[in-house]
């Protein structure tokens, strides 16, 4: 190939495959996971609602082969980790609850959440993406003792924001707004992220 | 009525709707939310599957409706709160991983999750009984400001564990015991229990 790769097209991809992933992208991006069904994403690609199960399998398997994080992880940590462990935590805290603050971020995390809710298939795909593109990128970056685990602790308060707040809709977190949030889940954070932790009790 | 009240009879339902949430309470309660099927508990409780659904609408609705918290709150609160908010934290971290140890705690658990997650009308039954249940009764007995939002971040925690855990899957929390984890969850529990909480920015 030598003309630049259309957007969302991977190496090798047959275009049916990558206008259905194209589509998928656009309709879980606009009215998420629940609101969004096979058929329509068959429609919205043209294409015959068989094909899509045929190439992805089930909604779930979909949402998570064809949407994209709601931000770039690497350029992410980069800022994050710029000036140190000095705020880290704050400044964690406001980039995430910002991301849930947009209708598209806070669509694709619930929808992560609810596919791999869903089904065991799905569950697997979602654990190896944040693993393998957040988890250990992150905890590889901390520099710290027990880094894997502090990645996904730190992960466990960002799932249960989404989860409370946006799948529950607990209403003293829904009606929190940013100023008031951050500063009570920034030390929080701070302690998964830089904390002093006990040694592994079985000595790993 | 004169005689004792059978196992989860609720006062004036009819006897056939009973036998379907007990049914539904054993089946759920051991295959969890995904491993189970309407036409299971119909075929438990001896009935016609559509009698399920016309009494008690979707799977989602028929968990959050038939399954019970895998505790009785105020004990739990009493014994919780007997010593004051010292070593608050660690109880309730040994408390609740406690009942995740356990298979029928995490199905239990993990199904209000993964019930919430499926549809907006279960999301909502299980948003009122553990606002009604668990938060606004755990927010009187704390004591203190922002008592209602103080809970709701524990129970975003505690969401946290189930979907991190239980639900994704994350290996190195999945790896991680009681031990491991309850001396690095309880500070966070502290925090939001106790810790000192900025007022609230628009003056509530």
């Known amino acids: 190939m030598t003309g630049p790769t ?19 992208r656009r ?10 069904s096979l058929r329509q994403i068959a429609a919205e690609a043209g294409v015959d609602v068989r094909l899509v199960s045929h190439y992805f399998g089930s909604k779930a398997d979909l ?3 064809a949407v994209d994080l709601p931000f770039d992880p690497e350029p992410a940590f ?42 065991e298939a799905a569950a697997a795909m979602v654990r190896d993406r944040l693993v393998g593109h957040l988890l250990l ?13 502090r990645a996904s ?4 308060q960002i799932a249960g924001l989404v989860t409370a707040r946006h799948i ?15 500063p009570l889940v920034a030390p929080v954070f701070d302690h998964y992220l830089t904390g002093v932790f006990p040694a592994p009790v079985d000595g790993r």
């Open 78 to 119: 980069d800022a994050l980790l710029a000036d140190g462990s000095d705020g880290l935590g704050e400044r964690l805290a406001a980039f995430v609850l910002g991301i849930l603050d947009s209708q598209r971020g806070r669509l694709v995390m619930s929808g992560m959440i609810r596919a791999a809710a869903s089904e």
């Open 137 to 149: 990128p992150l905890a590889r970056r901390l520099g710290a003792d027990q880094a894997e685990l």
């Open 153 to 156: 602790l730190v992960g466990s």
């Open 168 to 182: 529950v809709g607990l209403p003293a977190l829904v009606g929190a707004d940013l100023a008031t949030l951050i």
């Open 63 to 65: 949402f998570v082969a």
């Open 27 to 36: 309709l879980f991006g606009e009215h998420g996971f629940p609101g969004t």
């Open 6 to 24: 259309p957007r969302g097209r991977r190496p090798g991809e047959p275009p049916t495959r990558e206008q259905i992933r194209d589509a998928a």
